[in-house]
């Protein structure tokens, strides 16, 4: 048996099977003892090793695709903005939005947990195998205009343009200029019917000629994006701000309030999807 398990060792460490390898005296003793057979054996090895590529695999994604810190739709707090369908939320994370290159959007105030679904979504996108990037809009644009610079605009561009979700977070927190919806458009378009994305924003579309500084461009790109989307609209109160709300002026907390509203009985109403203009 001792020449036997030193082949397996020796296959595991050429086969570069380290978790294998970990689990390998425990698991041989296992078997030894009668505790499990010869075919569980192999399944715990080779399952110990399947994990830790997958967990190593996820780790490195999420990374590269800028989805740290990681949220997920478990830590989401639902009871807190009960105007919200759960049950909508889960079916968009069975994620069949990407195949048919579809586009959600997150409106509400700030604080409302936008960001928080958004990465989700993306966080489920890269266990699934998907490959995703995650960007403020300023940053996006800041990208584009640093590589249109540099003469690498187009290369950019189907750096963005490639990957299977597309996520860009905080539409109109800051100011756009018109070369900057220039090139955000031109993003836009080469994902458009290819692509899958998930925006989020503090700002109604009607709004989106101030944000993006030239009504005619945002125009066009409403037109992209408000064709085959999804709008999901989170009104209620700030989640971050829940427990500082006597510190807040009096005219915030009337404006903007952050006490959750009481829970409504029974389920939620839908919001219809957007439909093109």
Request: glycine share 6%.
């Amino acid at each position: 048996m001792s020449s036997l398990s030193n082949r397996i060792r020796h296959s595991l460490v050429g086969l570069r099977m380290p978790r294998a390898l970990e689990v390998l005296d425990h698991t041989l003793k296992q078997l030894e003892q009668g505790e499990m057979s010869a075919l569980e054996a192999i399944d715990r090895l080779l399952n110990e090793e399947f994990s830790s590529r997958e967990n190593r695999r996820v780790g490195m994604a999420l990374t590269t695709s800028r989805l740290a810190p990681v949220k997920t739709l478990e830590s989401f707090d639902f009871s807190f903005q009960p105007a919200l369908d759960r049950d909508r939320i889960m079916t968009l994370a069975e994620l069949e939005f990407i195949v048919r290159a579809e586009v959600i959007h997150f409106l509400g105030p700030p604080g409302t947990g936008k960001s928080h679904l958004a990465t989700a979504l993306g966080v489920a996108a890269v266990k699934a195998g998907k490959s995703v990037y995650r960007a403020p809009l300023a940053d996006l644009i800041e990208a584009l205009a640093k590589a249109e610079r540099e003469g690498r605009l187009a290369e950019k561009i189907r750096f963005y343009a490639r990957v299977s979700l597309l996520i860009v977070d905080e539409i109109g927190y800051l100011p756009i200029t018109t070369g900057g919806a220039n090139l955000f458009f031109q993003l836009v378009n080469a994902r458009y019917e290819k692509g899958a994305m998930i925006m989020t924003s503090n700002r109604g579309f009607a709004e989106w000629g101030e944000v993006f500084g030239d009504p005619v461009v945002a125009t066009a790109l409403l037109d992209r994006l408000l064709h085959h989307a999804v709008v999901i609209h989170i009104e209620g109160a700030s989640y971050r701000l829940r427990a500082h709300a006597d510190l807040l002026p009096e005219h915030i907390r009337a404006n903007a309030p952050i006490i959750p509203p009481p829970k409504k009985r029974g389920r939620p109403a839908k919001v219809n999807n957007a439909k093109p203009n």
